[in-house]
């Protein structure tokens, strides 16, 4: 075992000061102990702290805040319920807060011999509980505001029946715990949670947003608001429009590649007919139809350039563009936000209920973004992150960059096959990784390629393609190449 504690028992004292004698065991506090010599104290501490707090404090139940959190606070305390009186217990990395309180219950769950974890309806009432910090330390309850974001988050994952089942059982809890001013406290925040139209009651910006039926994903906004603030440093190549006579043919690439993207693969010569000569497969015609569509928004007069004026008018451009992207997939939905969770492995998007609410918020965010290919590049990922229809998020995505682009006098960028891989692999690292240095650099990359395209002719076009490797599917791009590219 990792952990010895001192014991009155001869046998065991012997043993232990023999052990500490040949080094084979150090001190890491008052009567404790560990054989391993390796790793931090505070290291040590942290990961067998239910041992320490079953030897010391059985019985005890992790309360207040820890019962949410579930770790040792930002400040380094853990708070537990134990016997009659309060005290405070300091160990390497972090500090035992034990307070005087009612014992394990019948809802509170056993986490191990002699030690229990707060039921939630317990760990909401402890938290709605007044308390103040003591000298140098931090209030044992969560704020208001973490409250309502925790609910916030149980009502996102389990939906609002849930919050309703809870408040059912703190409320029948509460004159056990002497605590029916928090019982009171909790239904007016739920309620306005799970009824709205009570904003009054709330204090944060994730409950007031639920409670205007506006409820969003404060994790994706936290991300959103990652990407904004990088984007913002970054200082891109102006790449000027093309000319008038190279938009067709440029256009023609821009629908090409973005819909090999997404699996819709023709030869380019097969592309061509579909698009200039609309010669139409028989055996896919709905695949077809996904290139003309994208290149029909691409070479549009207005549509091309048009970006939305505010949140609403981002709604609005949403719905419109998907409609004319997928108008001949009726079974996706097209112009219709969705209604079902869609996931690509196990990686879910933005649920349907929170989606609106968050593409508002994520507007907010990227329209003061000065630079046309910041504000594309953001507004590309949002549409890509959030997902909000059915199908075809990945090509309305790159159209709202390219809008940008457009409206800003730029030229529009194009994400050929052999760069497929490293674009999905970016985007990955962004999402899962919280980084967006490679996404970054992608558009440094992809700001070259487009510019460098000849479109004078289609022979020009094709040969340039082909001797740079562009059409050819490259397999790497997976995140572990992106993190390498840091």
């Not at 139409?280 to 939305?308: C, M, W, Y």
């Not at 002719?457 to 393609?465: D, F, G, I």
């Amino acid at each position: 075992m990792p952990l010895l504690f001192g014991s009155s028992d001869t046998a065991q004292a012997t043993q232990l000061a023999r052990l500490i004698e040949r080094k084979a065991a150090r001190k890491l506090a008052s009567r404790i102990y560990t054989t391993d010599l390796i790793n931090a104290p505070e290291d040590i501490i942290r990961e067998e702290l239910p041992a320490v707090v079953r030897h010391f404090y059985p019985g005890a139940v992790i309360g207040y805040r820890t019962a949410i959190e579930a770790k040792p606070s930002p400040g380094g305390f853990y708070h537990l319920t134990h016997g009659g009186k309060d005290r405070t217990h300091e160990l390497p990395g972090v500090t035992l807060r034990i307070w005087q309180g009612a014992p394990a219950g019948a809802g509170d769950t056993q986490v191990g011999a002699d030690f229990f974890m707060a039921s939630r309806p317990r760990a909401l009432l402890e938290n709605l509980m007044e308390s103040r910090a003591r000298s140098g330390g931090e209030r044992k309850t969560l704020d208001r505001e973490a409250v309502e974001a925790w609910l916030d988050r149980l009502c996102r994952i389990h939906g609002p029946d849930e919050l309703r089942r809870l408040l059912a059982a703190a409320e029948e809890l509460a004159p056990a715990l002497g605590l029916a001013k928090e019982a009171a406290r909790a239904r007016a925040i739920i309620t306005a949670l799970t009824e709205g139209g009570q904003e009054t009651a709330l204090v944060s910006a994730v409950g007031r947003a639920r409670a205007r039926r506006e409820p969003y994903d404060p994790d994706r906004l936290a991300l959103f608001e990652q990407l904004a603030t990088r984007l913002a440093t970054e200082s891109f190549v102006a790449v000027s429009e093309r000319p008038e006579a190279e938009r067709r043919l440029h256009a023609f690439w821009e629908a090409y590649f973005s819909n090999y993207i997404e699996g819709t693969i023709f030869t380019i010569q097969e592309a061509r007919e579909i698009v200039f000569d609309r010669k139409l497969p028989e055996a896919r015609p709905k695949d077809a139809h996904d290139i003309l569509s994208t290149f029909h928004l691409a070479t549009d007069g207005h549509n091309r350039r048009e970006t939305p004026r505010d949140a609403a008018d981002f709604l609005r451009l949403l719905e419109v563009r998907h409609a004319r992207l997928m108008h001949d997939r009726l079974d996706v939905g097209p112009g219709r936000f969705k209604e079902t969770a869609n996931r690509v492995g196990t990686r879910e998007f933005v649920a349907p209920e929170l989606v609106r609410g968050t593409l508002r918020k994520a507007f907010e965010l990227g329209r003061h973004l000065a630079q046309p290919v910041a504000r594309g590049a953001f507004m590309m990922f949002v549409v890509a992150e959030v997902h909000p229809f059915n199908d075809g998020n990945g090509r309305l995505a790159r159209l709202f960059l390219n809008a940008e682009l457009t409206a800003g006098g730029n030229g529009r960028l194009i994400v050929p096959t052999s760069l497929r891989g490293d674009y999905l692999s970016c985007l990955e690292a962004l999402t899962v990784g919280v980084n967006p240095v490679p996404f970054v650099g992608l558009m440094a990359r992809l700001i070259g390629f487009s510019a460098e395209l000849p479109c004078g002719s289609w022979e020009q076009s094709v040969a340039a393609l082909e001797k740079s490797g562009a059409l050819k599917d490259a397999p790497g791009g997976s995140w572990g190449l992106a993190k390498v590219m840091l």
